[in-house]
Every structure is written in C-alpha cells, then in structure tokens.
C-alpha cells in the first residue's frame, strides 16, 4: 500500500528537513525518479540525491529561486526533459524569519510572500499542463499550523501560510476535472534539523506544552501523509487541510 511505482516526483526545496525526509520516503516506496530543488547548498542536494539513489531510484538536483517565476519555469522544464512527465509536485520551499508585528519590515514581508505563496503557486501553474497530458497528478503544499490559527510571532509567516491554504483549495478546483489531486499538508511542530535549536529553547518548549501529545513530531509523521497523498492508493482527498500539530490545534 502506498506505493509511489513508475512516478516522478519533484519536491522543491528538497535538500533538508522534511523535503529531504519526503525524497527519501518517496524513493523507498519506489518512486522512478525524485527531483530536489536547493537554493544555496549545492553539496547537500548532491549528498541527498546521492541517497535516494541508493533506494533504487533516480535523482536531480536542480538550482532554484522559488520567488523568480523565471527560475520556476526553467526547472519545470529541466524536469519535463530529463523525464518527460512530472506526476508529483511537493511545494516545500519555504522560510520565516520570527518577528512580533511591530518588528516585521517590509523586505521580510515581501521575501516570505514570494517565497512560500508566490512561489507554490507558480510552480503549481507551471506543472498543471503537464500533468493534465500525462492524465492526472498531485500537488502537495506544505502549509503550516500557523495558517490555521495565527501564530503570533509570525505573522508574516502565518499569512502566507493561510495564503497558501486557500491556494489548495482554488486549485483543487482547477485540477478536479483533470485528475490532479491537490492538498496541504500544515505540520505543527517537527523536529528537524531547522527546529532542533529552537526546540532546546524555551520559546520552543511552550509551543510543545501547547499538543496534547507534549512532545514535537518527527519528519515521518509529515513524510507519510505525504507519501498517503501522492499515491494512486488515495483517490478521494483534494482540497484538503491536514495537520499533524499533536493535538495543538483541531482542524474542522
């Protein structure tokens, strides 16, 4: 069950924490090819990508500026060439930079609407035609919980999350009549590599004391809903909000 044979999976921002986590999940579930995006550190795409191969699947690393429409087009393409089909889109490429709202500045609230709106959606645009050749596919946004109650010390962050929640659910719209599946995933907190500091702070500890699970999430309790979502073995999910917070927020 959930199995992802013969697909080609591209997941930007694919280098590190639960895009990396995600390339690997779907390399050993039996993915033909996962594609990677990185932005700055080149070696650590390689040293990914040199991973998924190991689970039997091919690999790309491909350099990406999420927030550049020409950037987004030029990868799209570079993988549409290499492999001819894309059936998996994971907008994963993100940032934030905390800030209570009277610190926030205008260049982080326009870096952080490019990056994690701007940026999915695009690259959303961008796959949709090749998907509807190919018969169908899924899109995956990683949202966050912090679009779904407000986080408050990332309000930026927060609203572009909620952005992209709403972004999900219009495409579901778009893709239904073309088989493409679209769906977000909004984690609450995970340890990752990205987390694992902030997790040792105290502002970090509060955020846990608010699950009622106590404890942070791990990488797998994202990547498997995601590996769930990009199968052919779940045909009924689009537009969809799901979050694995701990029990910190309930979705309705």
């Known amino acids: 069950?959930?199995?992802?044979?013969?697909?080609?999976?591209?997941?930007?921002?694919?280098?590190?924490?639960?895009?990396?986590s995600m390339a690997i999940t779907f390399a050993k579930s039996g993915a033909e090819a996962v594609v990677i995006t990185y932005n700055s550190d080149e070696n650590k795409a390689i040293e990914v990508c040199k991973n998924i191969e190991i689970h039997g699947s091919k690999s790309m690393?491909?350099?990406?500026?999420?927030?550049n429409i020409d950037s987004i087009k030029k990868m799209v393409s570079?993988?549409?060439?290499?492999?001819?089909?894309?059936?998996v889109l994971v907008n994963n490429a993100g940032i934030n930079r905390q800030a209570k709202m009277e610190?926030?500045?205008?260049?982080d609230w326009d870096d952080i609407m490019s990056v994690?709106?701007?940026?999915?959606?695009?690259?959303?645009?961008?796959?949709?035609?090749?998907?509807?050749?190919?018969?169908?596919?899924?899109?995956?946004?990683?949202?966050?919980?912090?679009?779904?109650?407000?986080?408050?010390?990332?309000?930026?962050?927060?609203?572009?999350?909620?952005?992209?929640?709403?972004v999900t659910q219009n495409l579901a719209r778009y893709g239904a009549e073309h088989n493409i599946f679209v769906n977000s995933i909004s984690p609450g907190i995970i340890?990752?590599?990205?987390?694992?500091?902030?997790?040792?702070?105290?502002?970090?500890?509060?955020?846990?004391?608010?699950?009622?699970l106590k404890r942070p999430g791990v990488e797998m309790d994202v990547s498997s809903i995601a590996l769930m979502l990009a199968s052919n073995d779940q045909n009924y999910l689009t537009g969809q909000i799901i979050s694995p917070n701990g029990g910190s927020y309930f979705t309705v």
Request: charged content about 25%; hydrophobic content about 30%; glycine content about 16%.
């Open 61 to 67: 690393a491909i350099h990406l500026e999420a927030s």
């Open 116 to 166: 994690n709106l701007k940026g999915p959606f695009f690259c959303s645009r961008e796959v949709f035609p090749i998907m509807k050749k190919n018969g169908g596919g899924r899109i995956i946004n990683i949202g966050s919980v912090s679009g779904l109650y407000g986080g408050p010390t990332t309000p930026h962050y927060g609203a572009s999350k909620a952005g992209l929640h709403s």
């Open 191 to 212: 340890e990752t590599d990205l987390t694992r500091e902030e997790l040792k702070s105290g502002g970090g500890g509060k955020v846990v004391a608010l699950t009622l």
């Open 78 to 87: 570079s993988v549409e060439k290499e492999f001819s089909r894309i059936d």
């Open 1 to 20: 069950m959930f199995e992802l044979n013969g697909k080609v999976c591209l997941i930007t921002g694919g280098s590190r924490g639960l895009g990396e």
């Open 103 to 107: 610190d926030v500045t205008e260049k």
